[in-house]
């Protein structure tokens, strides 16, 4: 299993330059305020894995891990395992960044608001990548990356939709009457929509012929 | 003798390509050379004995344990080369090595690495730098460096020139010099095996049309060049296939010696793996 992580992790680095380069301008903007930092974790964390999915692809990666031991059962699970160790450090990072950001500009570090901002972006980067995964070892990443754009669109036009039509006061009671357990609520699905992506993207990749 | 890999009555379907009922028996420290056209069912063969496609039926069979059930403990011991498939190019030869630690138990890196600085490789390169030999060199190496008792290579030798070619030979001949070690490879380029396939194994439209030893087929086998004439006074039992050339008849044989012993023809030649295939394919009846 570790043999597989690090291979995601190692491809990651291969790649550190372009990405360093990409962080330093989204920080540089994030400076100047023409950028929400919150951005930038699904962001860098979806484009910095699709890459892999891309570079596996183009190898035929997946037929050459399934000849090695235990290739079919490790490979899924590793791809996820090395997603949530790259939302953590770059969580790490985009947090010290948040702070250092708020202390600059205001002098004081507003803590409520940048862990609730970056707790959004974890949320959001979980469900974006939990959406993903299964349609790349479904269809590949060529048709998978289609796929993306659609649901970012659809996801786009849904949520101006609810804002302009629903009475969003059904929504409001419900995250006050969760109150000061939405750390929690939030966490657990997190968790539980990332567990149903991996079961979904598993049982995709047991049945697929490469 | 013991056979170190068997595939019994192997069936896949695709539309508009079957393999039929593959039979194959590897025995102990010996190298088979799998051979045929483009499409023939090669890889197929390959890819089912590897589990990497689904839904085939059949018995496939290595080290006597069942390919499916007892796969982890298969995969431990047997070194693969697969057509353009490979680790993802933006890794090194060292990042392989500090995967590789971690999947294989016997994967050695002193020997990993042994072969890297015999083969002048640039650890540290990605291996989208590096040649196609130099790439094809390099997983053989990986195949090789956890000490495996089978190699299955498909088309190993495919892509390099001449002299890596040799060196590649070299290795795979070092590894069958332990007794308990086996390859089973498919290759186009049929002049490397003549050289170290003990076994021949012919497969055609996903079916095996002949398998023998590597001396029955160059000593035995036989090709006949003759006229029209005499082509005509052979009878048709007496030949696998004949091909009609512009100026004179190919005629594939089985036994060179009894031929010679019942016809007065001009020439018999020995047989070229190439020549037999393309006879076999080719050929008419």
């Known amino acids: 299993m570790l043999g597989f992580i690090k291979k995601d992790l190692l491809m990651i680095k291969s790649n550190i330059k372009i990405f360093a380069i990409l962080l330093l301008i989204y920080i540089v903007m994030a400076f100047q305020g023409q950028m929400d930092l919150s951005f930038l974790l699904p962001f860098m964390s979806v484009m910095i894995m699709m890459s892999t999915f891309s570079y596996d692809s183009y190898n035929k990666w997946d037929a050459y891990a399934i000849s090695i031991p235990d290739g079919r059962k490790n490979s899924v699970k590793a791809k996820y395992l090395a997603t949530i160790i790259l939302i953590i450090l770059t969580t790490i990072i985009i947090t010290i960044l948040s702070f250092i950001i708020s202390y600059t500009k205001t002098n004081i570090i507003d803590f409520e608001n940048i862990v609730g901002t970056i707790f959004g972006s974890v949320f959001a980067t979980i469900l974006l990548q939990s959406l993903i995964y299964p349609a790349m070892y479904k269809f590949g990443p060529e048709k998978a990356r289609i796929g993306l754009m659609t649901i970012i669109f659809c996801i786009a036009i849904v949520g101006g939709l609810i804002v302009k039509y629903v009475d969003l006061s059904q929504i409001i009671k419900f995250l006050n009457f969760i109150g000061e357990y939405w750390i929690i609520v939030f966490s657990t699905t997190m968790i539980s929509i990332l567990y149903i992506s991996y079961k979904i993207s598993k049982r995709v990749y047991l049945k697929k012929e490469f | ?160 020139d001449p002299v890596a070619r040799n060196e590649v030979i070299d290795i795979f001949q070092n590894f069958i010099q332990n007794e308990e070690c086996s390859i089973f490879l498919s290759s186009h380029i049929t002049t490397d095996l003549e050289h170290i396939a003990d076994y021949i194994t012919f497969i055609n439209k996903g079916n095996i049309i002949l398998s023998k030893t590597r001396e029955e087929l160059l000593e035995d086998y036989g090709i006949v060049k003759c006229t029209k004439e005499e082509f005509d006074k052979i009878d048709k039992k007496d030949f696998i296939k004949y091909k009609e050339n512009k100026y004179e008849y190919e005629v594939l044989i089985e036994n060179r010696k009894l031929f010679n012993k019942k016809y007065d023809v001009s020439t018999i030649d020995k047989i070229t793996l190439e020549e037999l295939m393309v006879l076999m394919i080719k050929g008419e009846k």
């Open chain 2, 1 to 160: 003798m013991d056979n170190i890999l068997e595939v019994k009555n192997l069936c896949k379907k695709y539309q508009g390509f079957e393999l039929k009922n593959v039979n194959i028996a590897l025995p102990k420290g010996t190298i088979m050379g799998f051979i045929g056209e483009n499409g023939a069912g090669k890889t197929t063969t390959i890819k089912a004995i590897l589990d990497i496609i689904k839904e085939y039926t059949g018995e496939i069979k290595i080290f006597g344990l069942d390919n499916r059930k007892d796969e982890k403990e298969i995969k431990e011991n047997i070194g693969i080369v697969l057509d353009d498939i490979f680790f993802p190019e933006i890794l090194t030869p060292n990042d392989i090595n500090n995967i590789m630690k971690n999947i294989y138990k016997d994967w050695d890196s002193e020997l990993y690495f042994k072969y890297l600085t015999n083969f002048t490789f640039p650890n540290n390169k990605a291996i989208k730098t590096l040649s196609k030999g130099m790439r094809k060199k390099l997983e053989i190496v990986v195949a090789i460096s956890h000490h495996p008792k089978l190699l299955i290579l498909d088309e190993p030798t495919a892509g390099l």
